[in-house]
Structure formats: C-alpha cells, structure tokens
Nanobody, 124 residues
C-alpha cells in the first residue's frame, strides 16, 4: 500500500520559513518524479514544485521560484520543500505527490499518488 505522509506545516508570519517533509512508503520511489501541489480555499489545486527521479532536476511554479526549494532523498524515501520568505498568498494545504514516470507534469490529474496534505498558514 502506497503511503505519502506530509509533516512540517504550521502558522508563520510573512517573511519566515518552513520546511515540509513527505515520508513515502509502499513502493520504491527512487525512479519516480515527486512533487508538491497546494490548494487554497475556493481555488484549484496548483503545481508548486517537482524534482526528477535522480534528484538532479527541479521545476518550480513562477510564484515560488527563488523562494522555495525542493529536494529528494532516495535513500530515505523522503521529499522536502524548503519554503523561505513566505507570503500570505502561500497559505494553502500542501500535498506531496508522486508520479511513476521519469517526466513531471504541472497538471494534478497526471500524478498517481497523493498524501493527505499539511496546512501552511502565513499571517501577521
């Protein structure tokens, strides 16, 4: 049974940082593209970042480029999202996801496995 479990969410002030983690189990993720999406109230789930199967390539939404950094530890089956200079518009539920292919997608419907999500709130 595939499981993706996110942790590290919370409430922070604008400008602060958070690091999200996603522990993966139930299959070998070393050959998967993995990523993060987020969903704010009343909005569609949107792409945030993805990392290639070998953790050498990273892709970001324009809204987070330069502030967020994604990484993947294949030995630990863990995905991370370092979020810096957080803004109120970053407030959302953040979801860890995996795709059993070498290619990433910015469309949520193209991803195979999803975690339950972790809430990130940015407010002064």
């Amino acid at each position: 049974q595939v499981q993706l479990v996110e942790s590290g969410g919370g409430t922070v002030r604008p400008g602060e940082s958070l690091t999200l983690s996603c522990d993966a189990s139930g299959r070998t993720f070393s050959a998967d593209v993995m990523g993060w999406f987020r969903q704010a109230p009343g909005k569609e789930r949107e792409f945030v970042a993805a990392v290639g199967w070998n953790a050498e390539s990273a892709y970001y939404a324009d809204s987070v480029k330069g502030r967020f950094f994604i990484s993947k530890d294949n030995a630990k089956n863990t995905l991370y999202l370092q979020m810096n200079s957080l803004k109120p518009e970053d407030t959302a539920i953040y979801y860890c996801t995996s795709r059993d292919t070498y290619y990433y997608s910015r469309r949520a419907e193209d991803w195979n496995y999803w975690g339950q999500g972790t809430q990130v709130s940015v407010s002064s």
